[in-house]
């Protein structure tokens, strides 16, 4: 029984992990199946093939059995060799932490960054790769959430692949959300997970990899194997015939499976048109209360993720706390350099309908009027009817 003194929330409006489908629920309250049970193996192979067929990529996808940050911490261990000169990305957060994990690897690190609130313009790659033509791999995230911003990856992917280099992309939080997929932006390496737009649980990565990277990864010497940082422990994992390198989180991937059979039901462009509906309804709410969008155009903001500039004055953990003790609605904070920045409301998975973008204009509007700021939510409110059809 239950013994918690905190009541659990009644909207989770996150950007991760998020509310999951009740299809997806449905799955992961089935019995476990032992993972050398004919069902799973069968169950396995489907849901790589699922996936593949998803990322819209020609070969079954790559499941780790671990969270997409740790995934990403692997593809870095697996693909950069010694002899690597690595070009990272970076417009926030996952897009700088991804050079920690490159420094550790490579021969050489060179970075591109744009303040956090803004997008990195693809011709300041091309000219990072003019003047550092030894640059083997790039790494750039598409969606940074802790900013909220979309980065230009297919016209990034365009110049990595000009330059001739490996592409690294991070989608963890716009695949399934948008339209995004590893052939569009020549990713070599393409990492996303059921825990953001998919609306599954957050424990599984899914990833496309190129020909290229594999070769790559099997001409590193460096490359980990017998190690949870391996990628190529489970190249062939997905063949029925094949041995798992550990037991798999047999549960999760059940749910993996629901959550793929979910965004095939609906429909990818459905899925996609429903999260940037709802994005648009908040956003238009948020500014119509006199509130500041974090993203620098707008045009950048991810349709999965609403960043609220926090205003002056107020803390995160005072919007957050409030949202929460008055309406038990859950919003995520920044993180790192935009803790205390923004206020992250997310459009992600089964809450990406325009009723949460209303009741999140109506708790954040709330929240910080309680602390004194003046808003006025009914203004809020009827921009973000506008937005949708027939005017709500
Ligand atoms: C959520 C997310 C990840 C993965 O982080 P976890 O802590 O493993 O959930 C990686 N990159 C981006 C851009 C993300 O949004």
Known sequence: MENFQIKAPTMTLTTGPVAIYPRVQEALSRPVPYDYDPYFLELYEQVCRKAGQAMRWDEPALILQVEPAPAIEAAAASLISAKDTVLNVASGVYGKGFGYWAQRYCNRLTEVEVPYNQAIDPEQVAEALRANPDVTIVSAVHHDTPSGTLNPINEIGAVVKEHGALLL?????????????????????????????????????????????????????????????????????????????????????????????QYFDEGPEVVWRRHALTARACRAGIKAMGLKLWPNPESIAAPSTTAVTIPEGLTSEQIISTARKIFGVTFSTGRMETYDKLIRIGHMGPVAEPIYAVSAVAAFGAAVRHHGISVNIGTGIEAAMAELPNGG
């Open 169 to 261: 992309v991070d989608a963890v939080s716009s695949f399934g959300g948008m339209d995004i997929h590893p052939i569009d932006c020549s990713a070599d390496i393409f990492i996303t997970g059921p825990g953001k737009c998919l609306g599954g649980s957050p424990g599984l990565s899914v990833l496309a990899v190129s020909e290229a990277a594999w070769a790559h990864m099997e001409k590193n010497k460096d490359a980990p194997t017998a190690s949870v940082l391996s990628l190529l422990d489970w190249k062939n994992a997905w063949r029925k015939e094949e041995n798992f390198p550990f037991t798999p989180s047999v549960a999760e991937v059940v749910g993996l499976n629901a959550a793929f059979d």
